[in-house]
């Protein structure tokens, strides 16, 4: 069976305060939204159905805010063990403990996903001082208790060219899994992005430092989808290699095989762009997901760039970044892409 992921925030409070964080960017901290036990057994509801109607296994990546925070966060693990479901974390390293982290493997959870942006002093400047320290010394503690860990990298203009040598202390650490996602801008900040060049630029780098330490216990994702174009370019990706269909075989899940699901139960194609298309707690989600608004997420011939473009069923950029970049347009040409269409 196929899986569907599910990013849900289950509240919005959190006790860092990191720059690039869309819930900050939006002001709304100013009172934090949290759902409440009657609303998450709704959502689990929904989900179950989502399944039975769909085929496809849900993935649960359950996160905030810090969803240690929740007053009702192990209650719902609980309830999600007894369905089976895959379950991840992602949270901050503050109160993770060896306790909870045994007692969140009881209940099903498998990986936990922690962020550093940056070495030291950029990820302190970037999230908290002290920060970069406390996220380093839990990989261990999680470990000891079953968990896989991954490093997520946001990577930006502040910070993407200290991301190879931080590749070399996510291996030292022991990470099990490193993988980069690019920051999203607002019209405002677009300067923050990479020029294409420069992200090209990074791309190799830590290519070649995925290769130096290849056999490390480190995995390295190539989850960025411009990887896609620079494993192209480098004769190490084929599309002749794939049917001659109208199948999508990779890229943006968004419209494809992803749901984010906020605390006020809003459901969003994309939680990295404007693309509320429902809310979890009133709409079927099946219905949703093969509904008109999500089939606007699924309109490939419209992004200006990529339907030119022979990685369109592979890659397709990322139009969250587009959107941001253009000032609300998903459709538009991501600004770090640095191939020419012929």
């Not at 943006?252 to 404007?274: K, P, Q, V």
């Amino acid at each position: 069976m196929k899986y569907f992921s599910f990013q849900w925030h289950i509240t919005e409070e959190c006790d860092q305060r990191c720059k690039h964080c869309y819930i900050y960017a939006l002001g709304s901290h100013a009172k934090f939204k949290m759902m409440t036990l009657d609303q998450m057994d709704k959502v689990i509801e929904n989900i179950e159905t989502f399944k039975k109607k769909s085929n496809r296994e849900p993935y649960l990546y359950i996160t905030g805010g810090d969803p240690i925070l929740h007053p009702q966060f192990w209650n719902l693990l609980e309830k999600i063990k007894i369905k089976g479901w895959k379950i991840a974390i992602l949270g901050n390293p503050f109160h993770i403990t060896l306790e909870n982290s045994k007692k969140m493997y009881e209940c099903g959870v498998r990986k936990y996903q922690l962020s550093l942006d940056g070495l030291k002093e950029t990820h302190d400047r970037i999230r908290q001082i002290g920060s970069y320290d406390e996220t380093i010394s839990k990989v261990k503690v999680l470990q000891q208790a079953g968990i896989q860990v991954a490093c997520m990298t946001t990577v930006s203009k502040w910070n993407y060219k200290e991301i190879p040598d931080l590749v070399d202390e996510v291996v030292k650490a022991n990470f099990d899994i490193f993988a980069f996602a690019r920051y999203c801008p607002s019209f405002k900040d677009r300067d923050v992005c990479c020029a294409p060049q420069e992200y090209k630029w990074l791309l190799s780098e830590c290519d070649k430092k995925f290769m130096q330490y290849k056999d490390s216990n480190t995995y390295f994702s190539y989850k960025d989808h411009l990887w896609t174009l620079y494993l192209y370019e480098q004769g190490r990706f084929n599309p002749k290699d794939y049917p001659d269909d109208d199948y999508v075989y990779d890229g943006c899940n968004c419209g494809n095989a992803h749901f984010t699901i906020l605390s006020d139960g809003s459901c969003y194609a994309c939680r990295r762009m404007e693309s509320k298309v429902g809310n979890a707690l009133e709409d079927d989600l099946y219905d949703l997901f093969t509904g008109p608004k999500m089939d606007e997420y699924r309109i490939y011939e419209k992004f200006e760039k990529c339907s030119k473009c022979p990685l369109l069923r592979f890659c397709r950029g990322c139009p969250a970044v587009a959107y941001g970049y253009s000032g609300g347009n998903m459709y538009a040409v991501d600004p770090e892409c640095w191939y020419e269409v012929k």
